[in-house]
């Protein structure tokens, strides 16, 4: 019997280590409910998919660059690039999973020509999603940006300002939560998301499918090849993945494969 119990514990140890744990950071929305969509899939596959909720743009790649986490899902290339040369990072894409559009919205006005002299605007404060935010407004005429096509254009870089628009730069997360409070807010989807907003429907204006910030899988340079990864950037590319994102976000999240 004793014989038994040892062979038992050392064929349950051996299945406990077989599958390949892969921890992954997300954003709430849609990210780590894309990544709850296929985790059953990849556990057929011996891959234990373990999701770390994150709200902030920060944390996931530092986590992931410190090894504390295999990888994130959470960001675009622009922001990737313009991380890792900040930090000194070297977090590489893994693949391109989908396009969440950025908005404009408004609580109080149903059209950008209905926006007031002076009116109050605000914008993510990261770089990228800054620029974004500003090449959007300048799409619509409300600004002129010194290089139209500079995606990382500041609020410095503002030639023409007819409506003489107050922007204010504030943390992505937050400019749901400020909606009320101001008179214009460019919003990332996911956020929008979480905020119960409906981009195809409330946003005044959004970005088209010609935008290029795709959100990637990213993970480091040391990992990005293993067969854990590979099944997880598999996974994410399933005509299952797609047919699940074009159900449950309507449009508003537009699928990159």
């Known amino acids: ?61 530092v986590q992931v660059a410190e090894k504390r986490l295999d990888a994130n899902f959470f960001q675009h290339q622009p922001y990737l690039d313009e991380f890792n040369k900040a930090k000194g990072t070297h977090l590489v894409s893994v693949g391109a999973v989908h396009l969440e559009p950025l908005g404009a919205y408004s609580s109080k006005y149903k059209k950008l020509e209905d926006l007031p002299d002076g009116a109050n605007v605000v914008i993510p404060n990261d770089a990228t999603n800054g620029g974004r935010a500003l090449l959007l407004l300048a799409k619509h005429n409300l600004i002129t940006l010194k290089d139209p096509t500079n995606i990382l254009s ?26 009320t409070q101001v008179d214009l807010a460019l919003i990332n989807t996911n956020y929008a998301l979480e905020a119960k907003l409906d981009p195809s429907k409330d946003a005044l204006v959004i970005e088209g499918n010609d935008s290029p910030y795709v959100n990637i899988l990213v993970s480091r340079e040391d990992n990005k090849d293993s067969d854990a990864m590979k099944k997880l950037i598999a996974a994410l590319h399933t005509p299952e993945v797609k047919q699940f994102i074009q159900e449950k976000y309507k449009g508003a999240i537009l699928p990159a494969f």
Do not use: C, W
Not at 3 to 17: I, P, Q, R, T, Y
Not at 48 to 59: A, E, G, P, R, S
Not at 156 to 163: C, F, S
């Open 1 to 61: 019997m004793k014989k038994l119990l040892v062979a038992f514990a050392a064929v349950a140890a051996f299945s406990a280590h077989a599958a390949d744990t892969l921890k992954v950071a997300a954003s709430p929305v849609p990210h780590a409910e894309i990544l709850e969509f296929v985790k059953p899939a990849l556990a057929k596959e011996g891959v234990d998919l373990q999701v770390k909720v994150f709200t902030d743009y920060v944390q996931p790649n």
């Open 154 to 179: 500041t609020i410095k870089d503002i030639t023409e300002n007819p409506k003489n628009l107050k922007f204010r730069e504030l943390e992505a997360a937050t400019l749901p939560r400020v909606l």
